[in-house]
Structure formats: C-alpha cells, structure tokens
C-alpha cells in the first residue's frame, strides 16, 4: 500500500498538518517548517514548470503562489488520488492562476514520456523516508526515475527524514515517532544515513548538496548522470 494512503486514512488533513508541519518539525526533527523548509522550498523553484512529488496536503505549493507567479505550470505526482487533488484545489485556493497537472504515479517506475525533460525544478520534500527498503536500495531507483523529468540545466532538491549514523541524534520524542512510524510502516527510514543518501544522489547527479538540520537531511542536485 502507498506509505501516504495509510496516513490519509487515519488522520484528516487539517489534523495532519498540525501534527506534521507543526509539532514533529519542531520538536521532534528540529527543522522548522517555516524557518528552514519553506524558504528551501521557493529557493529552488524553477520559472517556467516546477513538478512536486509527493504532494502531502499541498502545504509547499500553496504557500508559494507569489514565487510561482511567473511559472506556468505545476505538476503535481503522487500515488493517491485524495492527496492530488487536495493539493491541487489548495494551490488553486491560493491564488495559483496557471495551469495544474496532476499525475497518479508510483515513483518506482519510470516516469510517463509526458513528464520527461519538462522541468525547471523537482521537489520532493518527505517523500523518501516514506517508501520502504534501504536507502541505498529506494534511492537510486527513485532519484535515477525523477531526474529523467529535469531540464538539463534544472534541480531536483527535497527534505528527508535520517535514522541514525554520523551526526543524527534523535531526541526522546524523536525516537518515540520514528519507532511508531517504522513500525506502522508510516516511515521506512530506520536503517537512512546521510552517507548513503549522498551515494544515492552522487549516482545519478554530477552536483550535489546536502545539509542536515536537526535530523533532517537538505538536497539539492544538479546535472544528471547519463544512463
């Protein structure tokens, strides 16, 4: 089942976004949603089409409409028909006056030829440490799927959740959330390091970033590997 069908089914959206972008961010992966995630969400933002993956409730999209004034197309990709258009009528609420795609499709695969070499921009903010199996497992399949949809002078950058390993230290509630989710198959992150998702990203980008801010790991990449 998808990682985000079994949360849509147990919380409602509002509720989700309270406990989500509210209280875990803060106190349990110390990164703030409006502080840190936020603004590396619109620094990266493309001109022209920007594809968001792994929608959630949309809060990303919907709190950019100002940055995404100039691009005319979103594109939003997510396994579960609810969330897409959720977002997408948040987005829409918001005043995004251009166009809006969505597309239900399982990041595993290959993307839709649609979909390829169209984008300034990729986001996928806590997408990764929802699908299961191993980062150096997940990784590649999905980042080597989602670089197929960039420009070749465009980014794909995201957020993700870090189990353990050098510099990852998870507070009492941390470990608490994280041992429920992985149990619940919510999270599939107990084994994600920051080093193997660096391997990850160096296997399919030429550039590559990342910082970790509190227990969560920031990525931008840039030019992607031939295959």
């Given amino acids: 089942m998808d990682p985000s069908a079994r949360i849509y089914s147990r919380f409602n959206l509002h509720l989700y976004n309270i406990v989500v972008l509210v209280v875990s961010n803060a106190w349990a992966w110390r990164c703030s949603t409006t502080s840190t995630l936020l603004p590396f969400f619109h620094k990266n933002l493309g001109e022209s089409a920007h594809l968001d993956v792994g929608v959630g409730t949309g809060y990303y999209p919907a709190k950019s409409v100002h940055p995404f004034s100039k691009t005319g197309n979103v594109t939003l990709v997510d396994l579960n ?15 995004y006056k251009g166009t809006i795609d969505e597309v239900q499709h399982n990041v595993f ?9 169209r984008f300034d921009s990729v986001s996928l903010f806590y997408l990764l440490h929802c699908l ?30 870090l189990g353990r390993g050098p510099g990852v230290s998870h507070n009492w509630f941390g470990r ?7 149990k619940k198959g919510i999270f599939g992150n107990a084994d994600d390091t920051l ?5 990850a990203l ?13 227990v969560v790991a920031l990525f931008e990449a840039r030019r992607p590997k031939m295959k």
Avoid: W
């Avoid at 695969?109 to 070499?117: D, K």
């Avoid at 299961?132 to 989602?146: I, S």
């Avoid at 080093?195 to 391997?199: A, F, N, Q, V, W």
């Fill in 132 to 161: 299961p199996g191993r980062m150096e497992d997940k990784g590649p399949k999905v980042l080597a799927n989602l670089a197929d949809a960039l420009r070749p002078d465009g980014v794909l950058y995201g957020a993700t959740i």
């Fill in 109 to 117: 695969q290959p993307l839709p030829e649609s979909l390829r070499g």
């Fill in 176 to 182: 608490r959330l994280m041992g429920l989710y992985n």
């Fill in 81 to 95: 028909e609810a969330t897409l258009s959720t977002a997408t009528s948040r987005l829409r609420h918001a005043g």
């Fill in 202 to 214: 160096e296997g399919c980008f030429e550039e590559v970033e990342v910082k970790l801010v509190g």
């Fill in 195 to 199: 080093d193997e998702l660096k391997r």
